[in-house]
Every structure is written in structure tokens, then in C-alpha cells.
């Protein structure tokens, strides 16, 4: 069952940048509190978990997470109680989506990196402790990125077909983390037959295969059978994920200075900075715009250089 949750369809915009035509689709402004990309995902995914009649759902992610922000907070909406687990590791903790969370009153459990290697066995163990207490738990992997919650981006490409000739565009660009958002782009591109490339700037040092391999088992699952045109963009991760370069700040400064429209550091800038050193320069292009302004607010003292 689908969740009828986000704003929708969002902007397509046209811009130019340093005299290329990039068209922003705006999914930053899905919503508010639940803005960005997870709450496409989340219209699948917590529509399975009322439809399984869950009272609670667990999640996890970065301790900045944008996930975990919407999916606390479209979760409790729809009257479940949610877990999450965050990872502690990113300095900026009482600001940005973990303020967020803590003003909505969330039950976070702090993870250290090495547990959050073994993530999805930990929310099994507590789903499984909660169930013998007679409780139905729904569990959301990191991202919401499996094969139910990429449809969220199939329909996003549906939605974009509609506002545009996507014939029109050679690329899609989008940040790629948990890769679902990048799944579900190249899965609804597919399913319209469209000749559209979809480039997905990676944001973390996951090695490429781990990243492809993920994409493969989404589209089979979503009944893709041709793993043609994966197409991931590497060198713009920066030291990992959630550092930005200076040049990525650089780009929030110049793209909210050219447009008003505002990047974040841990996936839209990287995106960004990505998507303007590979495009050619006559080609016309779409960006993605998956939100994440909050987590700009957890690094502002990073931001203070380049103001
Ligand atoms: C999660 C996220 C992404 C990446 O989406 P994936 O499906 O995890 O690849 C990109 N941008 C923002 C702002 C996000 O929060």
C-alpha cells in the first residue's frame, strides 16, 4: 500500500550555472520536517508497516541522518512509536536532524561505528525482543533502501515524465549513498523505455562493486532484468562521507548565491560540484535535488571559511 505523504509532484526548475542548463528537480521541498527523498521512500515502506499493522518501526543511520529525521516524524504521525539507531561519529550532534529528533522527542540508542557494522543484525535482535513482548515491529533498513522503498524513485521518474520530454535531457544526476534513491531512478527511466543516462555521484568510500551490486539486487527485485547503464561517478566523496571539501562548500555558497537554492554538505554539494565537472557542456541535464538542508545546520563551522 502507498502512503499519499509527500507534496507532490515537486518543481522542475530550470537554472543555468556558469552557462550550463540544469533543470533542479526539487525534491527538497517534498515537505518540511520530512523533507528531501526519504519520504518517497517512506510512502511505500510505512505503508507496508500500517498494512502489517506494525506499532513500531526501527530505523538507523549517520547520527545526522536525514532518514531517521523523516521517518521519525511521519512514523509518529501515522500513531507508530519509533527506534532509532544512530551511529555516533560526526561531530555536531545537538544540532541540525539530531536536534530535530530530540525536539520531537525521539528514542535514539547511540551506536559506535564498529556495533553499526552489524546494524541490521541489531535491529533484528531488538524487532525480535520487542515481538515477544507482543509488539508487531516494522524495520526500515539504513536509507529506507530496499526494492519496496526505491519505488518511491520510480514514481519520482514517472512524475518527472509528466513534467517534461525527458527525451530532451542526457543525464539524471543524483547523490548516491544507500543507492535506493539511485535504484529506483534507473528502474522507472527503464520501465518508460526512456535513453536517458542516470549518473549517480557517489558520497562515501563504499567500494563501486558493493555499490553496484546493491543496485542490481533493487532493480531485479523491482523485475529489471537488464543491469545495463549503471553509471556511478567516483572522486567526489571527498574523505568520506559527511566531510565535505572546500570545494563543495565553495559550491553551497555559489548555487544559493546564484539561485536561492540550497545545497547540503554531506550529499547535494558533492552531487552538485560532481555533476558540473562531468556534464559536457551543451548537454541539458536534471539534478535531483534529495534535500538534506537541516544537516547544514550541523556544520556550520565548517561553512564559517568560506562565508
Ligand atoms: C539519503 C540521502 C541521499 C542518498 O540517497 P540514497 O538512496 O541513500 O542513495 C541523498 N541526498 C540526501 C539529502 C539524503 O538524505
Redesign the pocket.
Known amino acids: 500500500m502507498k502512503l499519499e505523504l509527500a507534496k507532490k509532484p515537486t518543481p522542475l526548475e530550470k537554472y543555468i550555472f556558469d552557462g550550463k542548463e540544469v533543470w533542479i528537480k526539487r525534491d527538497?521541498m517534498t515537505d518540511f520536517v520530512a523533507s528531501?527523498?526519504?519520504i518517497r521512500?517512506l510512502e511505500y515502506l510505512l505503508g507496508e508497516a500500517l498494512e502489517r499493522k506494525s506499532d513500531v518501526v526501527i530505523t538507523c543511520?549517520a547520527i545526522q541522518?536525514?532518514?531517521a529525521r523523516?521517518t521519525n516524524y511521519l512514523a509518529k504521525r501515522l500513531g507508530m512509536d519509533v527506534i532509532l539507531f544512530l551511529k555516533e561519529w560526526y561531530p555536531g550532534r545537538s544540532s541540525g536532524n539530531f536536534l530535530l529528533n530530540h525536539l520531537m522527542g525521539a528514542k535514539i540508542e547511540i551506536v559506535t561505528p564498529n556495533e553499526y557494522e552489524d546494524i541490521d543484525e541489531i535491529m533484528r535482535n531488538r524487532a525480535e525482543e520487542l515481538e515477544s513482548m507482543g509488539k508487531r515491529v516494522y524495520v526500515i533498513p539504513?536509507?529506507?533502501?530496499n526494492f519496496i522503498?526505491?519505488k518511491g524513485?520510480e514514481d519520482a521518474v514517472f512524475e518527472l515524465n509528466k513534467q517534461a520530454d525527458l527525451e530532451e535531457f542526457s543525464a539524471i544526476y543524483?547523490?548516491?549513498?544507500?543507492?535506493?534513491?539511485?535504484?529506483?531512478i534507473l528502474s522507472g527511466v527503464k520501465k518508460l523505455g526512456l535513453k536517458v543516462d542516470v549518473r549517480?555521484v557517489v558520497?562515501h568510500k563504499k567500494p563501486t562493486d558493493v555499490v553496484v551490486e546493491k543496485i542490481k539486487r533493487i532493480l531485479s527485485q523491482l523485475g529489471i532484468e537488464d543491469f545495463s547503464g549503471i553509471n556511478l561517478l567516483r572522486g567526489f566523496e571527498g574523505k568520506d562521507y559527511a566531510y565535505p571539501e572546500e570545494e563543495d562548500l565553495k559550491m553551497i555558497k555559489y548555487v544559493a548565491s546564484e539561485s536561492g537554492v540550497i545545497l547540503?554538505p554531506?550529499?547535494?554539494a558533492k552531487?552538485f560540484r560532481g555533476m558540473m565537472e562531468t556534464m559536457g557542456e551543451r548537454e541539458k541535464v536534471i539534478f535531483v535535488?534529495?534535500?538534506?538542508?537541516f544537516?547544514l545546520f550541523a556544520q556550520i563551522q565548517a561553512l564559517e571559511g568560506i562565508l
Not at 539504513?142 to 533502501?145: A, M, N
Not at 543524483?174 to 529506483?184: D, K, L
Not at 535535488?289 to 538542508?293: D, E, F, K, Q
Request: aromatic share 8%; glycine share 26%.
Open positions: 527538497d528531501g527523498n526519504k521512500k543511520g541522518s536525514n532518514h523523516a539504513e536509507g529506507g533502501s522503498g526505491s524513485y543524483v547523490a548516491t549513498s544507500s543507492a535506493g534513491t539511485y535504484a529506483g549517480g558520497v547540503d554531506v550529499y547535494t552531487a535535488h534529495t534535500g538534506g538542508v544537516g
